[in-house]
């Protein structure tokens, strides 16, 4: 008896730790989606000491976290957002934001402020202010200065004036906080020797421009410019020439700025450099203007702008008399109208959304301090120039010529090199359609063009193909829309700019700007492992790579979809294989400016992409620091497997299915279609369960589904056609593995996809069910409607860019006509669910009124989700849970055979708002 207890006891001993570590996984459902988080709002301290990031859950309030990088401190405060980090010490501050639920709760009315906090990263302790609306820390950690939002209400009589507010300077070591009044703007010396400000305000009185020396005891206060009823803005420092510069203007009647010129100071005396009586006729200097100086100091960079743009927006008309009432020209001024003219070299729409940028816009200018010579670089024609790390050229684009052109093609402009010394201008290249690349020490410009690299060597005024006669693939091998090819993207210049990297397809390439010879930097590794090397540029405001240092890449492989980290040693082009794991992707985020340790990423589909920690730049010694969401384990989360197959041209596919958890080979399951162009590079990356417009795997995985991503492969001329017979031909194949139960196939896509999911259920009815969020209906008339957040119409989608018809309206109707679900909509069989935001700035929302009145008129079976005020993609957290909860009942209802709800029985009637 005795022997026989003993032996249950064994069993039992056995039996309880096996069915603890066999525990049952919860499946995902819409509510733990609401509470996934996010890492967001990511700083790393200068001298890699701290690390500084949110925790930001789909719906509710969000976790500040800072964690040191050297031992165990962390810190962590709730609602804490927009973090920032001493560059050397250990203090931080961040925003405080109110509680998400009084946020809501209160709507637009009495809604609650932000506050700011401080914190003592040595132990922890926090001083809360009240909100500000902005923050700084000097360069050595010492000072943390905080300007206020303005609550005073301004003179009556300066009603147009600036009005400073509160600035507070703390001295964080002691504690002690200097209080400034009326600041508008402030500015800290790269050195932190001192801090500048700009006091304007409430009557005039005692406006000025100051300083306070931050090494004197108290750090007391001095002044460079003091006078009554003046406006000071725009403050620049050059530690070379230990100078300031700043812009002045004196105020009329009613506040308003009069003329601003540009003043320096330099710890002995201020002097005008520049007035709007020295520069160009017709223009003046205005306030919304950037000042930079060249590193020398010997030169200044600042914006003019005609006189004649000089807008003022205010239409006030008097009101009507007794005369003007009946008096047409009186009546007319006030006519709402926009004038849209054939010859406008920009569309009325696209100007109206540009407006605030042009309004503002200003020409690049540079002051020679050494010549006390002005020179005008850019007009209206040459428009966009940059200011350069030389003191001799600079390069600048001008858009002007193809103005029209951007509505039916995209962006064009012509490549121009500017000397900063005489004004002079140069046309390197006509037509140009990526930026150019002008070396760090101003001899030479890298530029893109058809193809192909040139190099155009400034001294002798010639450009060169560099790349023509080489075997590297220096241009997208996947490009598939009916416009240029773009290429692989710059990689960074060598050694003050003698030389530099330029990316193929694969390998990177390296080119002497003497010779222009080129070498594949890493020995065609690329190409034969099929592998895709990027640089990863994450060296704080590094111009150039010496010979000697250490260039950190990403290589993604183009076949297995694993992404790893490679370093390449560019004094003996030694590549090395850093971080490599099978069934992974691995991401460098930043670097700290002053330490060599790394924060990167790694994930899969079950693996959250928390950040990691190098100690080094040969990654041989690495740590996960962070874990934003370890419940993970606690729910049936699905794995991925790559699919290939080939479409009726033969051409190879790629793809990928996510397998729900504990996925059984031997059974076949309903299978969701959801695509874009796509999406095989994204196997082994994470999905985060979030609300938005796209399903989440997790949740279809649990009841069931598994999830299809496809590539679609496109041939200019028939866009819906491609899609089809990648789709179609993808899913025979999941059916020949016997993964697919063939009768249980549903569909989704949004925008492009989602115009792509309405035609294909106009040419099958191999699908139950399929949703189109925010699809194109027919392209005949969306062709000419437009684009509202750029304001530009559609046409050049369908010519030259992803609608891939390669032709205007008139040479290729057919193809239009054949590609539009709209009339294709009598063969359609399959249940559609489409959704539309009413002010959708991508697609116009009534080409989902076009498919819904097609299929309505025919007497198909379709159901349309408009949203309320919103966009492209549904943001209100209502309309995107409900959007969510609809498309799943939908597909469950017509593709498990679940109860249909009542609004797919009935519909919802209007009830009134």
């Known amino acids: 008896m005795k022997r026989a207890t003993q032996f249950v006891l064994i069993i039992l001993l056995v039996i309880i730790p096996f069915s603890s570590f066999s525990q049952k996984k919860k499946p995902y459902t819409f509510e733990d989606a609401m509470k996934f988080k996010l890492i967001r709002e990511t700083t790393i301290s200068q001298n890699g000491k701290w690390l500084a990031y949110t925790l930001v859950p789909d719906r509710g309030d969000r976790t500040l976290y800072i964690q040191s990088l050297e031992d165990t401190a962390k810190f962590v405060f709730e609602r804490g957002s927009k973090p920032k980090l001493s ?36 132990n922890g302790r926090t001083v809360e202010r009240e909100t500000v609306k902005s923050f700084e820390f000097s360069n050595d950690g010492r000072w943390l200065a905080f300007l206020y939002e303005g609550g005073e209400e301004k003179d009556k009589k300066l009603k147009d004036k600036i009005v400073g507010s509160q600035l507070n300077l703390r001295h964080l070591p002691s504690g002690t906080e200097i209080r400034i009044d009326y600041v508008a703007e402030f500015l800290f010396d790269s050195l932190s020797n001192y801090i500048f400000y700009s006091v304007s305000t409430k009557s005039g009185n005692g406006d000025g421009l100051f300083y306070r020396n931050l090494n004197e005891e108290f750090a007391p206060e001095y002044e460079i410019v ?27 009647n009613s506040g308003k700025a009069k003329d601003y010129s540009i003043y320096t100071w330099d710890k002995e005396k201020t002097n005008e450099i520049v007035s709007t009586k020295m520069i160009t006729s017709n223009y003046y200097i205005l306030q919304v203007n950037d000042i930079n100086w060249s590193r020398d100091g010997s030169k200044l960079f600042f914006g003019i702008k005609p006189i004649s743009e000089k807008y003022d927006t ?116 006509k037509r140009i359609e990526e930026n150019a690349y002008l070396s760090p020490n101003g001899k030479y410009v890298a530029y893109y063009y058809q193809k192909n690299w040139y190099l155009y060597d400034i001294s002798n005024n010639i450009a060169k193909n560099i790349t023509e ?59 034969k492992e099929k592998v895709s090397f990027r640089i990863r540029n994450i060296w704080a405001d590094k111009d150039f790579y010496s010979e000697t240092e250490t260039l950190i890449l990403q290589g993604y492989n183009n076949y297995t979809k694993v992404q790893g980290i490679y370093t390449l040693l560019l004094q003996n082009n030694e590549l090395k294989k850093n971080l490599l794991e099978q069934e992974k992707k691995y991401t460098v985020i930043a670097k700290p400016r002053y330490d060599n340790k790394i924060l990167f990423t790694r994930e899969n589909y079950s693996e959250y992409p928390d950040y990691w920690l190098s100690q080094n730049l040969n990654f041989t010694e690495t740590r996960k620091i962070t874990d934003a969401n370890p419940e993970i384990a606690e729910f049936e989360w699905g794995t991925t497997e790559i699919i290939r197959w080939a479409n009726s041209r033969g051409d190879s596919l790629d793809g990928f299915i996510i397998k729900p958890y504990n996925y059984n080979p031997k059974k076949r399951y309903p299978v969701y279609v959801y695509f874009y162009e796509r999406f095989s590079d994204r196997t082994y990356n994470f999905n985060p369960p979030m609300l938005t417009h796209r399903p989440i795997p997790q949740v279809y995985n649990s009841s069931g589904y598994i999830m299809f991503l496809p590539d679609i492969k496109y041939y200019i001329g028939n866009p819906g056609f491609d899609a089809l017979d990648a789709i179609m031909s993808g899913a025979r194949r999941l059916i020949e593995l016997g993964i697919a139960d063939s009768t249980k196939f549903c569909i989704q896509g949004h925008s492009w996809s989602g115009y792509q999911t309405a035609f294909i259920v106009t040419q099958t009815d191999f699908f139950k069910a399929a949703c189109a969020g925010a699809p194109v209906g027919n392209m005949t008339s969306a062709y000419g409607q437009i684009r509202l957040e750029s304001g530009l119409t559609r046409q050049f989608q369908y010519e030259a860019q992803q609608s891939r018809i390669g032709g205007t309206l008139w040479d290729s109707l057919d193809n239009y006509i054949r590609n539009s679900p709209v009339f ?13 935001g009413d002010i959708d700035e991508a697609v116009p929302w009534q080409q989902g009124i076009e498919l819904y009145m097609a299929y309505r008129r025919l007497g198909k079976n379709a159901i349309f989700l408009q949203y309320e005020n919103e966009p492209h993609h549904p943001r209100r957290y209502q309309n995107k849970i409900d959007y969510s909860i609809k498309m799943k009942e939908f597909f469950d209802h017509y593709v498990l055979g679940k109860p249909a709800p009542e609004w797919i029985k009935k519909g919802i009637p209007y009830k009134g708002n």
């Open 226 to 252: 003091s006078k009554n009823n003046i406006h000071i803005c725009n403050l620049a420092w050059n530690e070379s020439a230990q100078k300031l510069a700043f812009f002045l203007s004196e105020l009329d």
């Open 87 to 122: 560059p050397k010490t250990d203090w931080a501050a961040f925003e405080i934001l109110p509680k998400q639920i009084e946020i809501e709760n209160a709507g637009k009315k009495d809604k609650s402020k932000n506050k700011f906090g401080i914190m003592n990263l040595s």
């Open 824 to 836: 294709n909509a009598k063969k359609a069989t399959t249940p559609l669910l489409i959704m539309f």
């Open 314 to 429: 205010k239409q006030d008309f008097p009101n009507y008399n007794d005369t003007t009432f009946y008096n047409i020209d009186s009546i007319a001024q006030r006519a709402d109208l926009y004038l849209w003219h054939w010859d406008d070299p920009l569309i009325i729409s696209h100007q109206k959304i540009s407006w605030n940028r042009f309004k503002d816009r200003y020409f690049l200018c540079v002051f020679d301090l050494t010549k006390n010579s002005f020179i005008q670089l850019g007009d209206s024609v040459v428009n966009r120039v940059f200011v350069p790390k030389n003191n001799n050229y600079t390069i600048a684009y001008s858009e002007t010529p193809y103005y029209k052109e951007k509505t039916w093609y995209g962006d064009v402009f012509d490549l121009y090199l500017i000397n900063l010394n005489n004004g002079e201008r140069k046309i390197i290249q």
């Open 469 to 527: 006669n080489l075997d590297g693939k220096f241009f997208d091998i996947e490009f598939d829309m009916p416009s240029n090819v773009p290429s692989n993207g710059f990689g960074c210049w060598l050694d003050s700019g003698n030389a530099f990297i330029v990316h193929d397809w694969y390998d990177l390439w390296k080119f002497d700007c003497a010779s222009g010879n080129g070498m594949n930097l890493t020995n065609g590794e690329g190409e």
